[in-house]
Every structure is written in structure tokens, then in C-alpha cells.
């Protein structure tokens, strides 16, 4: 199965907007840029994984209801927030974290439900 271009925009965009909003809520007042930036990132890392990745073999579900490309999602979400992570200071590193760990469990649960 291949899925529209819209399809999984919308996907990003889902997680974009939760991953901004936990963002502002785990980052403390004046780091509102980077959990903004962190909601962006991952909606381009979803876009940009899923479109490059969009095959029948990758979406087919080798598990019940989780396909290939629901599990590398995330992976990507995790590398685009490192690399940002390593090339900004942030003001509070361990939320920041805190932020990427659930941000990987939003693309995860997106992933799997919008696709």
C-alpha cells in the first residue's frame, strides 16, 4: 500500500502540533523557540522519512497494525531532535530530553493510528 502525499502530510502535521504542544508544556517559559522548533523538526522528519520510504514492502504491517515504516518514524523524529539538540544550547537539557523521549511516543502512536 502507498499513501497520498496529503495522507501523510497530515500525519506530520498531527505530530508537529502535539509534539510542539508537550514541548511547551515540559520546556520552561523561555525555551517556548525551541518547542516550537522541536514540533517543526519532527514534522519535517515524519515528511521526510514516510515520502522517501513510501513503498508497499515498508508499509505492509509485519506485525499486527505496525508496518516497517510506523517503527522508523520515530527513529528519525529521535535523530533530527539529537542533531538540533547538539547544535543549540538549550536552556534545560534534561527536559529537552524528556521532550525527545515523548516525542518519539507521538510519531509512534501518529504513525500508527493516522496510517
Known amino acids: ?7 501523510i502530510l497530515l500525519t506530520a502535521a ?3 502540533v502535539l509534539v510542539a504542544g508537550v514541548g511547551v508544556w515540559r520546556l ?3 525555551a517556548w523557540l525551541d518547542a516550537i522548533a522541536a514540533g517543526v523538526l519532527a514534522a519535517v522528519a515524519v515528511v521526510g522519512w514516510r515520502l522517501c520510504a513510501n513503498m508497499g514492502a515498508l508499509n505492509d ?14 527513529i528519525a523524529v529521535f535523530v533530527v531532535l539529537s542533531v538540533y539538540a547538539d547544535l543549540r544550547v538549550l536552556a534545560d537539557p534534561r527536559r529537552y530530553g524528556q521532550l525527545r523521549a515523548l516525542a518519539v511516543v507521538i510519531t509512534l502512536a501518529v504513525n500508527v493510528i493516522t496510517i
Open 1 to 7: 500500500m502507498i499513501f497520498s502525499a496529503m495522507h
Open 14 to 16: 498531527i505530530t508537529g
Open 28 to 30: 520552561p517559559g523561555a
Open 61 to 74: 504491517d509485519g506485525l499486527p497494525g505496525f508496518s516497517a515504516n510506523d517503527l522508523a518514524a520515530p
